[in-house]
């Protein structure tokens, strides 16, 4: 029982563009969300979060907007950079009293210069 | 300020053997949470500990699995008589605290690759 889906294995985009990933979760006790980046033979590195008291959330060139009713998130890149390409991590946490994590597969993003 | 350590980095062990992983968590913090990434998956949490006490362990395989945080010293992940299906890299991770208390710090993670 996969509770958080990222549908799409693999992503290509240019460098400058915009990249998108995408999330669904199927627990509706979920109140909490993060995306992370992973190198290979690296842990993955936290990015950005967000409560599922806001549909939105900017840190720098990272976005992450929160779709409730459709219980759906997503992660924008812009500009993207050759440097952001890396393997992102869809999480999510219960409301509930532990903190333990729920991933998603995954998203390799490839940004070509 | 010092983040979550593993040792070690990568470890090798044949079919039956005992692999011994360990975390330690950011200075000051007393808690850790393990996590395991088989090939081509997500990350999957396995268990929650506090010093001297195991908090959350649904996600630990019911057999040759165990782990400890003992009061002095690291946390260490068990795995008796391994099976190649127990290759995998192994992460243990920690919140900060106060109000980033939902986000969690990983480790560098340890790689097991049972022959």
């Known amino acids: 029982d996969q509770q958080v889906k990222q549908n799409s294995p693999s992503l290509s985009v240019q460098e400058g563009r915009i990249s998108i990933l995408n999330c669904d979760y199927t627990n509706s006790m979920f109140d909490y969300f993060l995306w992370y980046k992973k190198y290979p033979a690296e842990g993955p590195t936290f990015l950005i979060s967000?409560?599922?008291?806001?549909d939105k959330n900017e840190d720098g060139r990272f976005t992450v907007f929160l779709n409730k009713s459709a219980k759906h998130l997503s992660l924008h890149i812009v500009p993207s950079q050759p440097g952001d390409s890396a393997v992102y991590f869809c999480a999510a946490k219960e409301n509930t009293g532990f903190q333990k994590l729920v991933f998603g597969t995954g998203t390799r993003l490839l940004v070509s210069p | 300020n010092a983040g979550v350590m593993q040792n070690p980095r990568h470890l090798v062990r044949r079919r039956g053997q005992e692999a011994r992983l360990r975390c330690s968590p950011m200075?000051?913090?007393?808690?850790v949470y393990w996590y395991r990434q088989l090939p081509e998956e997500g990350l999957k949490f396995m268990v929650y500990l506090q010093k001297e006490n195991i908090i959350d362990e649904s996600g630990m395989p019911k057999e040759r699995f165990s782990a400890e945080f003992p009061k002095e010293g690291p946390s260490i992940l068990r795995i008796q008589q391994v099976v190649r299906g127990d290759s995998a890299a192994y992460f243990c991770?920690?919140?900060?605290?106060?109000?980033?208390?939902?986000?969690?710090?990983f480790g560098p993670g340890t790689r097991l690759t049972v022959l």
């Open positions: 967000i409560s599922s008291i806001k």
């Open positions: 991770a920690n919140n900060l605290g106060g109000l980033s208390t939902d986000t969690q710090y």
């Open positions: 200075k000051g913090h007393s808690h």
